[in-house]
């Protein structure tokens, strides 16, 4: 059997280990595991609230920077969602259209259009259960809600074509090009 030399991190002593338990064992014996658990409690200040509290190094968050759950999460606020903090916020857009969105109106052309592109994003192909409905020419622009202006984009490509304010046509196009040459090698 092979075997090889470690130090006990505990009392420092150099003890032999069969290599196949090399990456379990890290102690030489079971009282030096213990007398490891032993260590003492350090007093921290709480990084939010400025409160004392007791922290042990082996504890699961590693860091005892906060001295409650509540505490962090006030320290670590989750991002805002909705509303003007969100950073995709358009402020050219008046409450009236954001409540668009909304209406039986929207959701009756949003079926049409998906239903019309058959439940499948029309740039990369996905037919995926979230899909979004996208105006060509933006409605801030003067875009309609006619079958011509709207599209079936996924999430992934509704936000590319948006963050990089790409044109959809040509997108479309080089969709198609690329799915034609694809099929002629498939032949």
């Not at 030489?28 to 490891?36: D, G, I, L, M, T």
């Not at 060509?136 to 709207?150: A, H, P, R, W, Y």
Request: glycine content about 4%; some cysteine.
């Amino acid at each position: 059997m092979k075997t090889s030399i470690k130090i006990c991190p505990q009392c420092k002593q150099e003890f032999s280990i069969p290599r196949r338990h090399l990456a379990l064992r890290k102690y030489c014996s079971r009282k030096c595991y213990w007398e490891s658990l032993k260590t003492p409690w350090i007093n921290k200040i709480c990084q939010y609230c400025g409160k004392e509290f007791s922290w042990h190094p082996k504890h699961k968050s590693k860091i005892g920077k906060y001295c409650s759950n509540e505490c962090s999460r006030k320290a670590n606020p989750p991002p805002v969602r909705y509303g003007p903090k969100n950073n995709r916020w358009n402020p050219n857009l008046t409450d009236e259209d954001r409540n668009f969105y909304k209406t039986t109106y929207w959701n009756n052309i949003s079926k049409q259009i998906l239903n019309r592109d058959y439940h499948t994003c029309q740039l990369c192909g996905e037919e995926q259960p979230m899909l979004n409905v996208h105006h060509k020419i933006l409605k801030c622009e003067g875009g309609d809600e006619s079958s011509d202006n709207l599209i079936t984009l996924c999430i992934y490509c509704h936000r590319q074509v948006h963050d990089k304010n790409l044109n959809i046509d040509a997108c479309l196009k080089e969709f198609n090009n690329r799915y034609k040459y694809l099929e002629s090698k498939l032949r």
